[in-house]
C-alpha cells in the first residue's frame, strides 16, 4: 500500500499505570518560529525566548529539566558562536532534502537553528506568499523531529506553537502509529484564526499518510488543526481564551471539535519577562522608579512629552497606544474614540505597524490633531518602554486577545491599562483595581471606560493605589512554567 495514501485512525492519548512516578530527568523539545533574542517579531518571540529558560530553571535535586529550543535559521536571524552539526536530509516536496543544523546556546540552553533551501528561500519569518510559509515550515517541522537522532538526544515531549510547527506534532504522531515510541505531543495555541495553508499536497509529497481524523472536512489537511488533532494535550495561552475558543464566535469553526476534546485543552496565562520589563533599572528610561517612588514616574512622561513635540504638562491626560496595526487589536475603535474626543483636553501617542489602511487612519488622526496626537508608524522597543514609563494609560480595545503582554507590561511600568472584557485581558486586568475593562467591541464603550479613568486621574492617592496595585501584581514566567512542568510531568509519568 501507498504509505502516502493510507488511512489511519488516531491513537488513544497517551495513558500509563495507576501508580506513576516521576523521571528524573524531563527532555523537551521546543519548536518557534520566532524566539527572542535571535529573532522577534511579535509577542510568541516573547514568549518561546523567556518560556524555555524558565522551565529549565525548575530544575532541582530531584528533577532535571531538559528544554531545547529549536529555531528556523531565518536570513534576518542574529546568533553568535554557532557550531555546524553533521547535515542531514528529510523527505520533502518529493526529493530528498539537505539540512543544515547549526548548535549555540542562550544561558546555558542548547538552541539550534534549522536551515535549508525552503528556508533560505524566504527571506522573512512571515510572508503573504502561503504556499511559500507552508513549504518553509512543513520542511522546518519534519527536520526538528527529524533533529534528536542527529544530535543523540531524545526527547520525551515535542512542544509546538502554534501553526508554524503544529504539523511537527502530526509527524510525531505518525510516528508513533509507526514504532510505538511514545513521545508525548504539547500544542501552545497563541492564535486560531491562523491555521496555515491546505497542506494535503505537502503532506502527500513527503510521505506522510493523511490521517482520517474527526476535524470538520475543510480542516483536515491545515497545519493548526493538525496539530490539535495529534497532540496530547492544547494550551491557550490564557485561561479565558481556552473558554473562548470553546464558543462559536472566537472558535473559528472548531468550536464543536474543540468542545468534544476539552478534556485535552487548558489555559496558561503568558508571563513576561519581569527582570528585563523592570522600570527601577530600566536603561530605555530617562528616570527609574518604582512602586515606592511613583513621584518619580510624572519626569518620564514630561521627557516623553517632549519627545514627541507635544506640550510638556503633567497634568494632561496622556495614552498610549503600543500594537500592531491589525483589526484584531481593535486600533480603529481606539482611533474613532480619541476622535470622538474633541471636548476633552488630552495627548495620545501611537506606537506600531502593520495594515496600510490602519497606517493612513493613524495618519489622517494625527492630522486631525496635530497638536495632541503624535504617531509613529515603526516597530521601536526602546519607545514602547518609554510610553509604557509615561503614559497614564494604555489602550487596547482588541476585538480579540488570547494573551496579551502589553497590558502586563503596562501595569508593571504603573501605566493603567484600558482593555476590552476578552481572553487574556479580563484574565489580568481587574475592573477599578488595575485598570478599566469595557465589553462591547465598540468605540462609544471604549470613550465610556476612558470616562471613567478619567474621572478618577486627578484623585492622586486613588490613581497611585491603581497603579501600585498593577506594578505589584506578579506577572513573571514562574507561575506559568511551573503549570507548563505539572503539565510535562502529567504527560511523562511512566508505572
Not at 520533502?92 to 535549508?116: K, N, R
Request: net charge negative.
Amino acid at each position: 500500500m501507498n504509505k502516502a495514501n493510507a488511512i489511519y485512525l488516531r491513537m488513544p492519548p497517551l495513558i500509563y499505570g495507576k501508580i506513576p512516578f516521576m523521571p528524573k530527568t524531563i527532555q523537551a523539545l521546543f519548536l518557534a518560529a520566532e524566539a527572542d533574542p535571535f529573532i522577534k517579531v511579535g509577542g510568541l518571540g516573547d514568549v518561546a525566548g523567556t518560556l524555555p529558560r524558565e522551565l529549565r530553571a525548575l530544575s532541582n535535586d530531584d528533577l532535571k529539566i531538559d528544554v531545547r529550543l529549536v529555531l528556523p535559521y531565518h536570513s534576518a536571524l542574529k546568533a553568535e558562536d554557532l557550531r555546524p552539526l553533521e547535515p542531514f536530509t528529510v523527505r520533502c516536496g518529493g526529493a530528498d532534502v539537505v539540512v543544515e543544523a547549526f548548535e549555540t546556546s542562550l544561558q546555558g540552553m542548547p538552541v539550534y537553528l534549522i536551515g535549508g533551501e525552503p528556508i533560505r528561500a524566504s527571506g522573512s519569518v512571515y510572508s503573504l506568499d502561503a504556499k511559500a510559509d507552508s513549504e518553509k515550515y512543513a520542511f522546518f517541522s519534519l527536520a526538528a523531529i527529524e533533529l534528536p537522532k542527529h544530535i543523540h538526544w531524545r526527547p520525551q515531549i515535542i512542544h509546538a506553537n502554534d501553526w508554524h510547527t503544529a504539523l511537527s506534532l502530526y509527524v510525531n504522531l505518525t510516528r508513533r502509529w509507526e514504532s510505538g515510541e511514545q513521545t508525548a505531543g504539547i500544542l501552545t495555541l497563541h492564535n486560531m484564526p491562523f491555521m496555515g495553508a491546505d497542506s494535503r499536497e505537502i503532506l502527500e509529497r513527503c510521505g506522510l499518510p493523511i490521517a482520517q481524523t474527526d476535524l470538520p472536512e475543510w480542516a483536515r489537511t491545515l497545519p493548526l488543526p493538525l496539530g490539535i488533532w495529534s497532540a496530547d494535550k492544547v494550551v491557550a495561552v490564557s485561561p479565558g481564551y481556552a473558554a473562548e475558543i470553546l464558543t462559536e464566535e472566537f472558535g473559528c469553526g472548531l468550536n464543536e471539535f474543540m468542545t468534544q476534546h476539552q478534556e485535552s485543552l487548558s489555559g496558561i496565562l503568558n508571563g513576561i519577562d519581569t527582570v528585563s520589563f523592570d522600570p527601577a533599572v530600566d536603561k530605555a528610561l530617562s528616570v527609574n522608579y518604582d512602586a515606592e517612588r511613583l513621584d518619580l514616574r510624572v519626569e518620564n512622561k514630561e521627557l516623553l512629552q517632549e519627545k514627541l513635540g507635544l506640550a510638556r504638562d503633567p497634568n494632561i491626560p496622556l495614552f498610549g497606544v503600543v500594537s500592531r496595526m491589525d483589526p484584531q487589536k481593535g486600533v480603529d475603535l481606539a482611533f474613532t474614540a480619541l476622535k470622538n474626543m474633541k471636548r476633552i483636553d488630552f495627548q495620545a501617542v501611537i506606537l506600531g505597524s502593520g495594515d496600510p489602511k490602519l497606517e493612513e487612519s493613524a495618519r489622517e488622526l494625527q492630522a486631525l490633531f496635530p497638536e495632541k496626537i503624535k504617531v509613529i508608524l515603526r516597530y521601536d522597543a526602546n519607545l514602547a518602554r518609554q510610553i509604557y514609563a509615561g503614559a497614564d494609560m494604555l489602550l487596547m480595545p482588541s476585538r480579540y486577545e488570547p494573551c496579551g503582554l502589553s497590558q502586563m507590561i503596562a501595569m508593571r511600568y504603573g501605566c493603567v491599562p484600558i482593555v476590552r472584557a476578552v481572553g487574556g485581558l479580563k484574565d489580568t486586568v481587574i475592573p477599578e483595581e488595575t485598570g478599566f475593562v469595557f465589553e462591547k467591541a465598540h468605540f462609544m464603550s471604549l470613550v465610556s471606560a476612558i470616562k471613567s479613568a478619567l474621572k478618577i486621574l486627578p484623585d492622586r492617592e486613588r490613581w497611585q493605589t491603581l497603579q501600585r496595585n498593577g506594578m505589584t501584581k506578579d506577572f513573571s514566567w514562574q507561575t506559568s512554567a511551573q503549570e507548563y512542568l505539572d503539565l510535562y510531568q502529567s504527560l511523562t509519568a511512566t508505572e
